[in-house]
């Protein structure tokens, strides 16, 4: 069992800056990647970004790129999303979730994560 835990979200205004925090947990935390999702009110859960545990790819949505920066600290089984320049339509839920290895579904797909966060709210006002 792997368990996520997220924090770091809050009430910013617009141009302001953010960074989440993923803290894993779990005797068989041994994660391909991790990634980040969110999920606005009545839309669905959409890709923000993702990294390979070992550090050798990252991802992130077009809407995000050049704003949002993925990291993790491997000692601290700890990922991380700086978000900068934010704006109201990045409000929303964000989820940090554990991709375990030998999937076969794209890192920006929701299927190839097995383990989520319980999530932590970003609302960005104008």
């Known amino acids: 069992q792997v368990q996520l835990v997220e924090s770091g979200g809050g009430l910013v205004q617009a141009g302001d800056s953010l960074r989440l925090s993923c803290a894993a947990s779990g005797r068989t935390f041994s994660p391909y990647g991790m990634g980040w999702f969110r999920q606005a009110p009545g839309k669905e859960r959409e890709f923000v970004a993702a990294?390979?545990?070992?550090?050798?790819?990252?991802s992130y949505a077009n809407s995000v790129k050049d704003r949002f920066s993925v990291s993790r600290v491997i000692a601290k089984n700890t990922l991380y999303l700086q978000m900068s320049s934010l704006k109201a339509e990045d409000t929303a839920v964000y989820y940090c979730a554990h991709a375990a290895h030998g999937g076969i579904a794209p890192m920006t797909e929701t299927k190839r994560y097995d383990y989520w966060g319980q999530g932590t709210q970003v609302t960005v006002s104008s």
């Open positions: 990294l390979t545990w070992s550090g050798t790819w990252t």
